[in-house]
């Protein structure tokens, strides 16, 4: 079935550290993923995506990389500041004739000082 | 920076009453999404919506549920008759597009839903 998970519920770093976090998903025709950043009592804040064609992409401070072999992918955070310090979840679209976004259950970064 | 709007940010209503949610997606962007996410869970697809007709719908947005674009701008959820399960967080998001040039979502901050 259609499931995004994510693997470790709370990541604590230290600040100027490098975050990753990781997220597996079951379905090989998803073909769209999204990592959205939700901070305490906001929405989801758009950070980057990635389609299916691709292997990186890079943002500002972020990369998200995308292994389909092992439907895996990962978020990584350079010199990761207090700011950051919320919950990550990605999600995924499968395939092109939807336009439903699949959520994982989320993963807290805690930054510390 | 356009940002999508959503009021109230905060409805409590008792069972049985009707609610709508009211949302102001990004001016340009042509999709239209309902989610939702009950406390400490996943954000939920509700509904999409496109060229003033629902495209796609999960299996949470029963005939309880309605959308409606009133007007250029607004984007409404309407609640039937609401549920005490129906309490979570509401969130509209919109798009550019529905195809590979413009897909991003962007979320409203929700409008949190409460029924007692």
């Known amino acids: 079935g259609e499931s995004v998970g994510l693997h470790l519920p709370t990541l604590s770093v230290q600040e100027g550290d490098n975050s990753i976090i990781n997220c597996a998903y079951s379905?090989?025709?998803?073909?769209?993923f999204i990592w959205y950043k939700q901070e305490s009592g906001k929405g989801p804040q758009f950070i980057i995506d990635i389609r299916s064609n691709m292997d990186k992409r890079q943002g500002q401070r972020v990369t998200v990389l995308l292994n389909k072999t092992v439907k895996h992918l990962s978020l990584q955070i350079a010199a990761t500041q207090p700011g950051d310090s919320a919950v990550y979840f990605c999600?995924?679209?499968?395939?092109?004739?939807?336009?439903?976004?699949?959520f994982g259950t989320g993963t807290r970064l805690q930054v510390f000082p | 920076e356009p940002e999508v709007t959503q009021t109230p940010s905060h409805q409590v209503t008792q069972m049985g009453q009707e609610v709508i949610l009211r949302c102001v997606p990004i001016s340009n962007h042509l999709y239209f999404y309902w989610y939702r996410q009950i406390l400490g869970q996943k954000v939920e697809f509700l509904v999409s919506f496109y060229n003033n007709e629902i495209s796609e719908k999960s299996e949470i947005f029963d005939d309880q549920f309605s959308v409606e674009r009133p007007d250029g701008s607004n984007f409404t959820l309407k609640i039937r008759s609401t549920k005490l399960e129906d309490s979570a967080m509401y969130f509209c998001?919109?798009?550019?597009?529905?195809?590979?040039?413009?897909?991003?979502?962007?979320f409203g901050p929700g409008t949190r839903l409460t029924v007692t």
């Open positions: 379905n090989s025709a998803s073909d769209y």
């Open positions: 998001a919109s798009s550019e597009a529905g195809d590979d040039s413009s897909y991003e979502q962007y």
């Open positions: 999600a995924d679209r499968v395939g092109y004739n939807t336009d439903k976004l699949i």
